[in-house]
């Protein structure tokens, strides 16, 4: 175990820890809410594992003033959770949904009275499904729908939010949800997904605007997952020429647009036989390039690939299930391999380096945008012990493992303000539904009763001396 490097954080560094409405809220048909994509999806045979929905999940609507506490308890200077779209507009469009509104205005005001600076993510993957089945992320509309969804919370919540994110992972949103089926709306559309990616930057860009429009100096930020892809065998053309197509798909297609302005070359080129990508209007990447305060950083393991020669099954061993098809459009030819181990409960494999090189890459090619870890954290199948107790050593080893990698990127330059573990409590893992436990606090979903785990009261030590001990 290396929990114990004795590593001090910058003065002001920022901890906390995250959820996601629909992994956490439950109430799923309580106080004014409308379906979203991920009601549809779970209730769907087949599509989540035993079947789980989020209707009920960790009951959060219920139970938000205990969890609040738990927060307040553990000593976090933030907490990042996402609003509802669909409880803020049932239907994705219209007027308000008063009921909705005052549940998160609640929520913001309770974070404030503990000294906890909310962090608000407007959407974490609960599309309002009238507006999926309007053509959802892979049409135009969307993105402007949005953009009025954000403006309502803006001017409800207005300067009480300490950081407004507009979007969580939007390569999940795409590329999962569109491409592979294995996220809502379980779409296996290629062509559609890259549409989905444009809709999404285009979102970013106009929320941003609308969030602003109302509250001009709002703080910004946007949650992306970059991939840290590396070639099988670095000295074969062909494999790294794998890894940057893969980049080209994961990485640089909202980067691209979000930081630079501009889709890079190589990724229309790449794609061209799937899409002429003549949904990109004269002005969007304009739109989708605002001024970022923060850029959020989420972590977990990294991906192995190499051109795939034809011969023998194509490995796909990127972390995700396949369901109907590939998230990685257009790369019919090239392969995922497993990374080395050690791996979580996720299969995903343990890479601390990987986040370090991540936060050096993003310093070196925008420096001065100051990042934030709005994720990291591991699943593991924990069980209570008879006293009562969650030992999880292997999830303090990863976090701690993870805040040392953190500290030496901070070390060689990069700008890294804060850190949220993922997650505050276990909750819904999409398609994975309650089987995966990625909580510093365990919560028993036949009576919803939240118990630390050995992992909380380790984090609760990090977040009071700031660091880790030794
Ligand atoms: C991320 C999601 C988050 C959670 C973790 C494990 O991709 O943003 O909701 O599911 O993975």
New binding site residues.
């Given amino acids: 175990m290396s929990t114990g490097t004795g590593r001090r954080f910058p003065d002001g560094f920022l901890w906390g820890s995250a959820t ?1 409405s629909y ?1 956490i809220e439950g109430a799923a048909k309580e106080g004014g809410r409308g379906p979203s994509i991920w009601d549809t999806f779970s209730r769907t045979p087949g599509k989540t594992l035993n079947g789980d929905t989020g209707d009920v999940a960790d009951d959060h609507y219920h139970r938000w003033q205990e969890d609040l506490g738990h927060i307040a308890d553990l000593g976090l200077g933030a907490y990042r959770f996402s609003t509802a779209w669909p409880r803020v507009q049932p239907g994705g469009r219209g007027p308000a949904n008063r009921e909705g509104l005052d549940f998160y205005s609640r929520l913001v005001d309770g974070l404030l009275e503990r000294g906890v600076a909310p962090v608000l993510t407007l959407y ?1 993957w609960d599309l309002p499904q009238d507006l999926e089945d309007a053509g959802g992320w892979a049409t135009r509309d969307t993105a402007y729908r949005f953009a009025d969804y954000a403006e309502i919370m803006a001017r409800e919540l207005g300067d009480r939010v300490d950081l407004w994110t507009t979007l ?2 939007p390569w ?1 949103s795409a590329y999962l949800g569109y491409a592979s089926g294995a996220h809502a709306p379980g779409r296996a559309e290629p062509a559609a997904a890259l549409a989905a990616v444009h809709h999404l930057n285009l979102a970013h860009g106009l929320g941003l605007q609308a969030v602003r429009s109302v509250l001009p100096s709002a703080r910004a930020s946007v949650t992306l ?1 970059l991939h840290v892809i590396r070639p099988v065998d670095p000295s074969s053309e062909a494999d790294l020429d794998a890894a940057r197509r893969v980049d080209a798909l994961a990485n640089r297609a909202f980067t691209g647009p979000l930081l630079n302005g501009a889709y890079p070359a190589d990724l229309l080129a790449d794609t061209a036989h799937v899409t002429d990508w003549s949904f990109v209007h004269d002005g969007d990447t304009a739109i989708a390039n605002q001024p970022l305060d923060v850029l959020g950083v ?1 972590y977990y393991s990294t991906g192995l690939v190499r051109r795939w020669d034809g011969s023998g099954p194509r490995s796909e061993d990127d972390g995700h299930d396949d369901a109907l098809g590939s998230p990685w459009v257009g790369a019919d030819d090239i392969e995922f391999v497993r990374p080395e181990g050690p791996y979580t409960a996720m299969g995903w494999n343990i890479d601390p380096s990987g986040l370090t090189e991540l936060l050096l890459r993003v310093h070196r090619e925008h420096p001065g945008l100051p990042m934030m870890i709005t ?1 990291n954290g591991a699943a593991y199948a924990d069980t209570v012990s008879p006293d009562g107790a969650v030992h999880d050593p292997l999830r303090i080893d990863y976090i701690a493992r993870h805040l040392e990698a953190t500290g030496q990127a901070i070390d060689q330059g990069a700008d890294v303000r804060g850190y949220f573990a ?1 997650s505050l409590l276990d909750n819904f ?2 398609s994975f539904g309650f089987e995966r436990r ?1 909580g510093l606090i365990r919560v028993d979903y036949d009576t919803l009763e939240r118990t630390w785990k050995d992992s909380a009261h380790w984090y609760q030590g990090v977040v009071a001396r700031n660091g880790l001990e030794g």
């Fill in positions: 996601a992994q974490h969580n992972e999940c997952n989420n994720e993922w893992e999409w990625f």
